[in-house]
Nanobody, 124 residues
Framework: QFQLVESGGGLVQPGGSLKLSCKLS????????MGWFRQAPGKEREGVSC????????YYPTSVKGRFTMSRDNAKRTVYLQMNSLKPEDTAVYYC?????????????????WGQGTQVTVSS
C-alpha cells in the first residue's frame, strides 16, 4: 500500500524557517519524480518544487526561489523541503506527492499519490 506522510509543519514567525519531511512507504521512490505542492485558503493548489528521478530540482513559484530547498534521500525514502525566510504568503497546507513518471511537472495531475498534508502558518 502506497503511503506518504508529511511532517514538520507548524506556526512560525515571518523570517523564520521550517523543514518539512515526507516519508514514503509501500514503494521505492528511486524511479519516480517527487513533488511538493501547497494550497492556501481560497486558492488553487500550486506546485512548489519537484525533483526528478535523476535528482534535477525545479522550483515553480518565483517567490520561493532562493528561499526553499528541496532534497531527496532515496535510501531513507524521504523527501524534504527546507523553507527559510518564510513570509505570511507562504501560509498554506503543504502536500507531498509521488509521480508515476521519472520527470517533473508543475501539474498536479502528473502525480498519482499524495500525502495528507501538513499545515504551515507564518504569522507574528
Amino acid at each position: 500500500q502506497f503511503q506518504l506522510v508529511e511532517s514538520g509543519g507548524g506556526l512560525v514567525q515571518p523570517g523564520g524557517s521550517l523543514k518539512l519531511s515526507c516519508k514514503l512507504s509501500g514503494f521505492t521512490m528511486d524511479y519516480y519524480a517527487m513533488g511538493w505542492f501547497r494550497q492556501a485558503p481560497g486558492k488553487e493548489r500550486e506546485g512548489v518544487s519537484c525533483t526528478s528521478m535523476s535528482g534535477e530540482i525545479t522550483y515553480y513559484p518565483t517567490s520561493v526561489k532562493g528561499r526553499f530547498t528541496m532534497s531527496r534521500d532515496n535510501a531513507k525514502r524521504t523527501v524534504y523541503l527546507q523553507m527559510n525566510s518564510l513570509k505570511p504568503e507562504d501560509t498554506a497546507v503543504y502536500y507531498c506527492a509521488a509521480s508515476g513518471w521519472e520527470w517533473c511537472s508543475e501539474n498536479s495531475a502528473h502525480f498519482g499519490s499524495w500525502g495528507q498534508g501538513t499545515q504551515v502558518t507564518v504569522s507574528s
